[in-house]
């Protein structure tokens, strides 16, 4: 395996400042935002519920990864103290606090808001108790079938050890009783609800409208005493664990990438214990029972008075009952400029094309793929693979270019937290199939978004390349707010191809053309930029920073904002998520603005802006402002050459966003979130709803067309540029 080119990469940076704003506490209140549009009346009430969803989902993957990263900090004596100024305990002390109070707002938010107003629009969550006796038989019937014969009782005595948990798995903790020779004992035992099974029974109901459901659960405490013959069951309770799912390897010792990633994935399912999560009613001895089992401390106890685990909750939205309780179905066009013509080719060597998703179909990324695996003029096909979910026309179209005799590879990132074992699976069929799989770089994640196809052309090879902030994943790119990137231009293919080469043979990084690349001088650069605007400012010139990401944590970069803002720079961020920088701090005045959006779609997108003296700059990337990004993986950022997609990302894609006055909260120096305002005069701005009409207007012939909803105020946020850069190429995107 190669070793890491050292010399040539950033190294870490080591900054210790008290003016920044913890991460995990960050991530924590993102969370919270989160849980506010589950809160939202406003909202259809099925959407609620999957934003409530969500929040378990995010809050296991918490714990999962920060949580017992932190945990091993502590537990090792560390007293270090992060860029706030926290040590890991008091870290874990504040986390606890933030997390009790989110898990009691949890609760309540299904137990008295979503629960009784979904009875009262007819789904209902039921109790066997509260059962009519044709319902009860129907469910008597199904557990004995379907359930009963999957179920295994554990028992937990001198001869039976307790059994070893599977991470995020519900069980129950069952007390029972029976008599031997005269005499009464007493036991524990674990049941495991089965995960093949649905933890949502819905009772039949016919043709009516109402739904009726059972946790699955609440149906085997019921029956119980069929899986314990001759006891008596004196109580059950349900509990759950989370394990440290951190994968560990030496990457400078393994011989075989994969199989060390697949033993780790076997370990990650018995990870250390790092929260147990209790039902309210569990006995405190029954609790410390489970807590010194698996050897916790109380500050890892979670008791909840709701589902315990919320993710199943989604079953509700993504069941077909009910559209009328969820958003409208959007489905996006295709874009303008790739609409009336079959030829893509022929689109992308006009001109560039910016797609915006989830608005612009994703379908057109995978036509170029499936279109480039059969087209006799393609030579080659090279692709980064992160997370391609469970869609199958990538890696088809992969699979079908190697059979039709192209040179096909692809790099795959086989550690793509909780997509690991898809990848294996998939890196098995391509090398299967013929393909060149890759692994990249040693010590480096692949998460650059990159296709480059290499098409002859009479005497000639022409490159095409699609580039991305998002995922190969036509699943996500429906969910997901995403940029991507369509370009023939020879400096970028010529770039992308070195890229690959570095990637997949042995040489060392000797700089780029047009691209920016981490580990090796993205760090630097986005220094170097900001550093840029901070000396026009103090000219006296126009200075300005506009910047879209999912998270903010780099303290080398967020300093340089500091003095950037203090120097007179506007900086107005989109940050979705983790924020560390601290708005508002004295000599800033107002010109640090941070925003987050959370909506029915998640905000993804990696955008820059520079206004550079007025000529300006545009970056799109597949990278975050975080350490990581900068120094431990592989990371593409692209500018933007063609100036009528600069206006349209300055002034709509970024001025629309920033605009957002109905589902943004503006970040304050105390970390936590308010919800944007509208200016006197101002109309609500929902920046996501004005992309979808603006996605629908654009499908309509243009003297149909119309401005849909308070267009103007936004385009002003963000003003034409004074100077857009090169000339665009004769045909276009259309917008």
């Excluded at 069980?171 to 949502?200: C, F, W, Y």
């Excluded at 001109?351 to 608005?359: A, G, K």
């Excluded at 190969?472 to 890229?499: C, H, I, K, M, Q």
Aim: proline share 6%; hydrophobic share 40%.
């Amino acid at each position: 395996m190669r070793r890491k080119n050292k010399a040539s990469i950033d190294p870490e940076p080591a900054v210790n400042s008290p003016s920044f704003l913890n991460r995990e506490l960050s991530w924590l209140e993102f969370n919270q935002r989160v849980l506010d549009e589950a809160r939202d009346p406003s909202n259809p009430l099925l959407e609620r519920v999957k934003f409530l969803a969500i929040t378990g989902s995010n809050l296991d993957e918490f714990f999962e990864v920060r949580v017992a990263g932190l945990k091993q900090q502590a537990e090792s004596g560390s007293l270090e103290r992060s860029s706030d100024g926290l040590t890991a305990t008091e870290a874990l002390q504040a986390i606890r606090r933030r997390t009790l109070r989110m898990v009691e707002a949890q609760n309540h938010c299904w137990r008295e808001e979503l629960k009784p107003e979904l009875a009262r629009r007819g789904i209902r969550f039921l109790g066997v108790e509260q059962l009519k006796k044709k319902d009860f038989d129907w469910l008597e019937s199904f557990y004995r079938k379907e359930v009963h014969p999957v179920l295994t009782p554990l028992a937990i005595d001198p001869t039976h050890a307790f059994p070893q948990l599977l991470n995020k798995s519900l069980n129950m903790i069952v007390s029972l009783e029976m008599k031997t020779d005269g005499r009464l004992l007493r036991h524990l035992a674990v049941v495991q609800v089965p995960r093949a099974l649905p933890r949502l029974v819905r009772l039949p109901r016919g043709d009516r409208p109402r739904h009726d459901y059972i946790f699955l659960a609440h149906a085997i405490g019921h029956f119980l005493s069929n899986l314990f013959p001759g006891t008596r069951i004196r109580g059950y309770w349900q509990f759950r664990i989370t394990r440290n799912s951190e994968l560990y390897i030496d990457e400078e010792e393994v011989r075989n990438l994969l199989k060390a990633v697949e033993t780790e994935l076997h370990n990650r399912r018995r990870g250390a214990a790092v929260r147990l999560e209790v039902e309210r009613d569990c006995p405190p001895r029954i609790r410390a029972a489970l807590r010194d089992t698996f050897n916790l401390t109380d500050d890892d106890l979670y008791v909840t008075d709701g589902p315990l685990n919320l993710v199943r909750l989604m079953a509700i939205h993504e069941g077909e009952q009910a559209p009328d309780l969820k958003d409208a179905p959007f489905v996006p066009p295709i874009a303008s400029a790739l609409r009336d013509t079959t030829d893509l080719f022929g689109a992308i060597r006009a001109r560039d094309i910016l797609l915006h998703h989830p608005y612009e179909s994703f379908d057109s990324v995978v036509s170029f793929l499936e279109q480039s695996s059969v087209e006799p003029t393609v030579v080659a096909i090279k692709m980064t693979l992160y997370r391609t979910g469970g869609d199958r026309r990538i890696i088809e179209a992969l699979l079908r270019a190697a059979q039709n005799g192209k040179q096909v590879t692809a790099v795959v990132e086989l550690r793509a937290r909780f997509d690991e074992a898809n990848n294996i699976q998939w890196a098995r069929q391509l090398e299967e199939a013929g393909v060149n799989v890759a692994y990249g770089l040693v010590g480096y994640k692949i998460h650059a978004k990159m296709c480059l196809v290499v098409r002859r052309e009479g005497h000639v090879l022409r490159r095409y390349l699609h580039l991305a902030t998002g995922n190969y994943n036509a699943s996500t790119a429906r969910l997901y707010t995403d940029v991507g990137y369509f370009t023939a231009r020879p400096d970028f293919g010529e770039d992308a191809s070195n890229l690959f080469n570095l990637l997949t043979g042995v040489c060392q990084f000797t700089g780029m053309k047009k691209f920016v690349v981490a580990p090796f001088e993205m760090h630097t650069k986005v220094l170097r930029w900001i550093e840029r605007e901070t000396a026009f400012a103090r000219r006296g010139l126009p200075a300005r920073i506009l910047a879209r990401m999912n998270s903010l944590v780099d303290e080398k970069v967020i300093e340089a904002l500091y003095a950037a803002a203090e120097a007179g720079v506007k900086i107005e961020l989109l940050v979705r998520g983790v924020c560390c920088l601290r708005p508002g701090l004295p000599g800033h005045g107002d010109n640090i603005t941070v925003r987050s959006v959370v909506d029915r779609f998640l905000e993804h997108s990696r955008i820059w802006y520079f206004e550079n003296g007025c000529q300006p700059q545009v970056f799109i990337s597949s990278a975050d402002w975080m350490p990581r990004n900068f120094h431990r993986r592989i990371e593409v950022a692209f500018p933007v050459e063609d100036g009528v997609l600069v206006d349209r990302i300055v002034r709509e894609i970024l001025g629309v966003s920033m605009a957002d006055n109905v589902k943004a909260r503006v970040l304050q120096s105390n970390g936590l979130y308010v919800r944007a305002a509208a200016r006197r005069g101002e109309t609500g701005t929902r920046s996501q709803s004005i992309f979808v009409a603006l996605a629908a207007d654009a499908e309509r012939p243009t003297t149909d067309r119309k401005h849909p909803g308070p267009r103007s105020p936004q385009m002003r946020l963000a003003p034409r540029p004074a100077k857009l850069g090169p000339k665009p190429r004769p045909a276009g995107d259309g917008k």
